[in-house]
């Protein structure tokens, strides 16, 4: 079926049904383009009862709710076009976002695998995808004011934004091209992994965000670091893949290593969940690389501004000013007691 610019297809009642006549499943595979308006006035667009694996590609309208059928089916959206709910039904689904500048992606169910192909596409509205999925280069995925999970492997090539949401990931993987621009009161959660190799210090921005690695007691999580060792200062925060909160739930394990050439620290505001014994931290494993923590935040009490041991190498240790940060306020200092002297002296003279 296919709909061109400027066509309609309109019922009374649903636009286009797909079955045997008798609503059983269809006798074949099923493709319905649409480039202008496909309307059902009962609130149903498009049904398919089905067992085959049909395509469904939007680049223009649909007014009613779209239902894929069983099969393993595919939906493609292009970026201006619009729909009511998509229902992908049984099956390994996919679906595809695709076009130019920005679109906006409206209910979705039951599609296991989401594929950001290219634009800006925006979700306002719950999503899950138990397969995950991937954003190509040059492609956006924003997720605003709510929650999307991912099961399988999430691959960011591209931009993955947030502000603020909560983001569930089996494993999260990062590209040397992808970066992640997120927002105060945004939540990436991570059951598995977080295969960070984002070379992209100049576009990411989690230093307000919460990032949290949680499962049953036992689990072991990975966290590939791309952030340069620049020493326990503030300034290795500055554009470096620096956190607001690291959080590691109970029982938990946390494995780092590196991510990117010069990937070697991991720089965090609050660090919850860390348990360690005297100096040594007994759930962390270090590899030899270092975490950085901001001793004034209030999360951070328990550990006193310490530095600990990590399992097979590498430290945790507070960051604190840079020695020449120190050095200048010290020197401002001095100019003013230096003044306050001067000042005096001229008020005994007087």
């Known amino acids: 079926i296919t709909n061109h610019v400027g066509g309609t297809i309109t019922s009374d009642q ?3 049904t797909v079955d045997d006549s008798n609503l059983g499943n269809a006798f074949a595979a099923v493709t319905i383009s649409n480039e202008g308006t496909i309307s059902g006035a009962n609130g149903e667009a498009i049904s398919i009862t089905s067992t085959f694996a049909n ?35 049984a099956g390994a689904d996919t679906l595809h976002l695709a076009g130019t500048g920005k679109g906006t992606l409206g209910a979705v169910s039951n599609i296991e695998t989401l594929k950001v192909d290219a634009g800006h596409w925006v979700v306002s509205n719950a999503q899950s995808y138990t397969s995950g999925g991937a954003i190509a280069v040059g492609a956006t995925l ?4 709510t929650t ?76 590939l670091l791309t952030g340069a060792d620049r020493g326990g200062f503030w300034g290795g925060y500055a554009q470096n893949f620096a956190w607001g909160e690291l959080s590691i739930d109970d029982g938990n394990e946390l494995v780092l290593d590196s991510g990117a050439p ?30 950085y923590y901001d001793p004034s935040a209030a999360g951070n009490a328990y ?48």
Not at 69 to 77: I, K, Q, R, S, Y
Not at 142 to 145: E, F, L, S, T, Y
Request: proline share 2%; net charge negative.
């Open 14 to 16: 649903r636009a286009i």
């Open 55 to 89: 395509t469904l590609t939007n680049k223009g309208t649909i007014n009613g709710t779209v239902a894929m059928g069983a099969g393993a089916d595919t939906v493609n959206l292009y970026t201006g076009s619009s729909s009511g709910a998509i229902d992908g039904g």
């Open 142 to 145: 924003q997720v605003d004011h």
């Open 148 to 223: 999307a999970s991912f099961g399988g492997t999430f691959i960011v090539s591209g931009g993955l934004t947030s502000d603020p949401a909560t983001l569930k990931f089996n494993d999260l993987s990062v590209d040397p091209t992808g970066y992640i621009n997120a927002e105060g009161g945004d939540l990436y959660q991570l059951a598995s992994s977080f295969l960070n190799h984002s070379t992209q210090n100049a576009l990411w921005d989690t230093t307000t965000a919460l990032l949290e690695f949680t499962g049953l007691a036992g689990t072991s999580h990975d966290l």
């Open 262 to 291: 010069g990937g070697g620290a991991f720089y965090v505001g609050s660090l919850i969940g860390v348990l360690f014994t005297g100096d040594s931290v007994t759930n962390i494993v270090g590899n030899g690389f270092n975490i």
């Open 303 to 350: 550990l006193g501004g310490g530095t600990y041991r990590l399992l097979d190498g590498g430290v945790l240790m507070a960051a604190v000013p840079e020695p020449r940060s120190i050095a200048l306020v010290l020197s401002g200092l001095g100019v003013l007691a230096l003044r306050r002297r001067r000042r005096k002296s001229k008020a005994i003279a007087s």
